[in-house]
């Protein structure tokens, strides 16, 4: 045996020229225990870590050396041949595709880990370098969310993986998907790489949002970006913001107002409390503080996101003082009803009552 085929021991040809010569002399196919014998043997060398096709190029080989020897005629040879390395290779891609799902599952294990911070710091870190991070550098974690669920197979998935190695090929990166969403986790000292995530993440999910969490050090610092990413989402979703694109570290201020959810609850109500003696509730003027504080305090601009005339956004904002005693023009005034108005829509006041 030579070439591409002289690293294949004799073990997995075991029985072979024999199989060969009996097809040879007597014309019949391969018995269900030899093509499983077969499988089995492509099975070990694969896992043993041989190429394919040095298998099937010794299994060639061998054939060709027991010809001359051989009785019949070639035909015979060649079904028998074919059955063979047939069963040989069946066998050996049933050991990669097992491999693969152990790899997978050993992957998502570790994902779950790494972003529930559920396993040993030291042995998740000595794990983490399997799959290219190490953990005692810093990290960030960006996450996107589009209109439907995603997991690893996804073609969104794979779309926005293409477009990160074609980029950045193996920095340290790792793209997953997890309840739905995609996930990036990448150097500290790396923001390029989730801006670029976060491009074709919003671009590949058809407009969907993508919340960026602060390089955290340590191997607990996936788990408390990922977490601070999640965060941005569902603040995200209480206050409505439409940008493509959130950074936890530009929106440290809701975390710090919502740090003391009794204290803001008081303010709400306190506050805003009065709006629900309105004619048709606290909802079209708490409305009306929210678009005025959106649009930097222009009431023309307000009123356009309103869809209302200037006139009665700005009979709206009188009626606003006259319940609750505080003027959304005065500058003394302002930070406390804005600040009240962001407590009601992270608390989801009045619907859900402020306190509960």
């Given amino acids: ?150 997991d690893e197979g996804d073609p969104v998935a794979r779309q926005v993986e293409r477009a990160l190695i074609a980029r950045f090929q193996d920095r340290g990166v790792l793209l997953t998907t997890k309840e739905g969403r995609l996930v990036c986790v990448a150097p500290g000292d790396q923001p390029e790489v989730l801006s670029h995530f976060a491009k074709h993440g919003y671009a590949a999910t058809g407009g969907g949002q993508v919340a960026v969490g602060r390089a955290q050090p340590g ?30 570290a530009d929106l440290l201020v809701y975390p710090v107002l919502t740090r003391d959810r009794q204290a803001m609850a008081d303010l709400v109500e306190a506050t805003l409390g009065p709006l629900t003696g309105a004619r048709g509730g606290a909802g079209p003027l708490l409305e009306t503080l929210t678009a005025y504080f959106d649009s930097g305090c222009v009431a023309a601009e307000a009123a356009r996101r309103l869809s209302l005339s200037v006139r009665a956004f700005t009979y709206r904002l009188a009626r606003i003082e006259q319940l609750t005693g505080a003027d959304a023009t005065d500058p003394a005034h302002r930070y406390m009803l804005q600040t009240a108005v962001i407590g009601a829509r992270l608390l989801g006041w009045p619907t859900t009552p402020p306190g509960s």
């Fill in 219 to 248: 191997p607990g610092g996936v788990v408390q970006s990922y977490e601070e990413a999640l965060g941005v989402l569902d603040l995200a979703e209480r206050l409505r913001l439409e940008e493509p694109v959130l950074y936890a």
């Fill in 1 to 150: 045996m030579s070439g591409a085929t002289a690293d294949i021991p004799e073990a997995y040809l075991e029985g072979y020229a024999d199989i060969l010569a009996e097809v040879c002399a007597t014309g019949r196919r391969l018995t269900r225990d030899e093509l499983e014998a077969r499988r089995a043997l492509g099975e070990r060398a694969a896992d043993a870590g041989y190429g394919l096709r040095a298998l099937v190029g010794a299994h060639l080989s061998a054939a060709r050396a027991a010809w001359p020897s051989l009785p019949g005629d070639a035909d015979s040879l060649l079904a028998g041949l074919s059955q063979a390395v047939d069963a040989v290779a069946e066998g050996y891609e049933r050991a990669q595709r097992q491999a693969v799902r152990q790899e997978e599952a050993a992957r998502r294990e570790f994902i779950d880990d790494l972003l529930h911070g559920r396993s040993d710091l030291g042995r998740l870190a000595e794990r983490a370098e399997r799959f290219g991070l190490r953990l005692s550098h810093s990290h960030a974690v960006a996450v996107a969310r589009g209109p439907v669920a995603y």
